[in-house]
């Protein structure tokens, strides 16, 4: 079959190959793909900048249809339409992975950087990481739960967003747009999402066409002034940083009122930042960091991907065949693509 690889470490260094078919062996399920999402972390691994074991098959937010089982297997048949969770090669036996942390256990090897992943027209998983999907869902949509499942955890599970918070989203990425979105449906009040100029042709006009409450270009307006003119002065109840940038980190705690929170989601690829600590601690708002997702983040997805509280199709803009990975690769570094997808 034909697989996106990852041949050696390095920058760049990606290729698409023929490699041999995998096999379910005991415990596993055999799955074809029927579509997968390209993240940021495959961005990453393309520039060596995230742990990876090469040779290696890209492609973690997939979605497909089960076609075998290997021996032992229960809990799951053949033709089920699913995605999964990818925590493969937690060790089961630490402190995170007994306490239901499995996200986060250090021996974990996940499809896509630490095992072979879903960049191909077959992946192989444990049943226990997969979810079912509804009739309904279309296998494009069921790509987005991941990454979707991801805001679910850090905003609505961990950070807590509740009906009436006023939220601010940093950064109008594929994940700040899903973070605005899991917002509204956990009932926020008001949503605004701030952007650069360069976000302006592509993800600004995508975060309008979504009917996200406020939309801000740094270039042509100042958001503190917006939101604090749009809070009375006080400051939004729940912000979001999704950039990853230093600058918008910073500015964070100024968009927080006192007694806010602040959810951390994206990377910033550096090993240090400058980070207002002490405005932070007189407003005594709470930080959360956030990595990966928590089981009960999934079903919850699906459900509210499936009801279209999340309307993750209006964020994908590309779907195609792995023939094509260098062209689609390329507008999403150039921020010319949403949520692009690989169809196998």
């Not at 701030?194 to 006009?205: A, C, F, K």
Request: hydrophobic share 45%.
């Amino acid at each position: 079959m034909q697989a996106l690889v990852k041949t050696q470490k390095g920058v760049g260094f990606l290729e698409l190959r023929e490699v041999p078919e995998p096999v379910a062996g005991p415990g596993e399920a055999l799955i074809e793909v029927k579509a997968c999402g390209i993240c940021g972390t495959d961005i990453h691994v393309k520039h060596d900048t995230f742990p990876y074991w090469p040779p290696v098959i890209l492609g973690h937010e997939f979605a497909g249809e089960v076609v075998a089982l290997g021996p032992g297997v229960e809990g799951i048949e053949v033709g089920a339409r699913v995605v999964g969770e990818p925590h493969t090669r937690h060790c089961g036996h630490c402190y995170l992975c007994r306490t239901g942390n499995i996200q986060i256990c250090a021996a974990k090897r996940s499809p896509g950087w630490g095992i072979d992943g879903a960049f191909a027209k077959y992946v192989v998983m444990p049943p226990k990481l997969l979810h079912r999907i509804p009739d309904t869902m279309s296998y494009e949509e069921a790509a987005v739960v991941e990454p979707t499942a991801n805001v679910v955890t850090d905003l609505i599970e961990r950070t807590g967003v509740v009906a009436g918070d006023f939220v601010v989203v940093l950064g109008p990425g594929p994940i700040g747009l899903l973070a605005a979105m899991a917002a509204r449906a956990a009932g926020a009040r008001h949503v605004v999402i701030i952007g650069t100029p360069v976000d302006e042709e592509v993800r600004l006009s995508k975060a309008r066409e979504l009917g996200i409450d406020t939309v801000l270009n740094v270039g042509e307006s100042n958001p503190l002034e917006v939101v604090l003119e749009l809070t009375g002065g006080w400051g939004a109840d729940v912000v979001a940083e999704c950039s990853g940038a230093a600058s918008a980190i910073a500015s964070a705690v100024d968009l927080v009122r006192k007694m806010g929170r602040l959810c951390a989601i994206g990377l910033s690829g550096k090993d240090k930042l400058d980070f207002p600590w002490d405005k932070a601690m007189a407003k005594v708002c709470t930080l959360t960091f956030n990595m990966s997702t928590q089981y009960t983040s999934w079903d919850r997805t699906i459900a509210l991907i499936a009801t279209g509280q999340i309307p993750v199709a209006k964020i994908i803009s590309h779907r195609e065949p792995l023939a094509n990975w260098e062209q689609v690769f390329a507008d999403v570094e150039a921020q010319k693509a949403l949520k692009a997808l690989l169809i196998p």
